[in-house]
């Protein structure tokens, strides 16, 4: 039979009766002649993720999803399902691998009580469990992680097709975020009058932007003639570092424009604003957000509402309301 690696191996099959031994071997001169190829190794399901992560995932991807990715196929992919053959992978498998992990208690399984100085519920003598399981969102991720994975071994011929979407998983449901009132905003720009970082709490007020988006802007990014800030990478911290990466998505670099400004007031990084002055290191214009301060900064009314943050119409209020 042909494989993914462009080679012949023979393929030995087996069954209860030769009725069975004929079907297997039927489906498999069918997918020969549709020229679907066996797999040039018998692959497990553990030596497979680890595969998909160090030579797809890691060369592809952003390094905090490699980090999360790795996380989930450590801790609760491999453990329950790593030995297993890819090729025989069932969504039953997956189905009771689901049921599994959603009702174990996290803390019996990794110990956590038992290496506490004072049991508290687990290893305390006649003592509870504290049913401390997954959340419905972490057992969508790890789903959505082994999906993600079979799917890649689909288009790499390993195997013929993803059993992972074959099963099904509740999807969390999330409270509606309503966002700041106009009144926690005005509170929140109070308390942060005489901050370093002020600029930033206006910013995330007036736009919206993600966290990672506003640690990211440098006054190169800022255009303060045309009214518009430009949205070119993010900063995160993976493996205990900080690094400067590429938006979350194509769309999330974006051009941000407004035909209202703030004034100088409403926002600045001067160090009147600062208690202890200039953040050091801080003064040049290509690494970082300088000591003089920004006036005029621009935010999208579109953004702003699709986000949650304080609308461009109530700018004059809040503005008015934060120097108060």
Known sequence: MPTTAGTFKRVRLYGRTREDVRRKLTKLLEQADQGIPVAAENWTVGKYLTYWLEDVVLPERRPRTYQGYESVVRLYVIPELGNKQLAKLTARDVRVFIT???????????????????????????????????????????????????????????????????????????????????????????????????????????????????????????????????????LQRVGGALRFVRPKTADSARTIRSRRCASTRFVSTGASNSPSGPMPGRTGKRTGLSSRPVSALAWSPTTSAEAGAVSASQLGSLAQGSTT
């Open 100 to 234: 599994r992990i959603r009702a174990q208690c996290l803390c019996c399984k990794h110990r956590v009580d038992a290496g506490r100085d004072v049991p508290q519920c687990c290893a305390r003598p006649g003592g509870q469990c504290c049913e401390s399981r997954l959340s419905a969102c972490m057992v969508q991720s790890i789903h959505a992680v082994l999906r993600n994975a079979l799917e890649s071994a689909v288009r790499e011929e390993v195997v013929p097709r993803n059993v992972a979407k074959l099963v099904r998983v509740t999807a969390p449901k999330y409270a509606v975020n309503r966002g700041l009132s106009l009144a926690q905003a005005r509170r929140v720009l109070r308390a942060a009058k005489t901050e370093r970082l002020y600029a930033l709490y206006v910013l995330a007020l007036c736009l919206g932007l993600r966290r990672g988006e506003l640690l990211g802007l440098r006054w190169e990014d800022i255009d303060l003639d045309a009214g518009a800030l430009e949205v070119v990478q993010t």
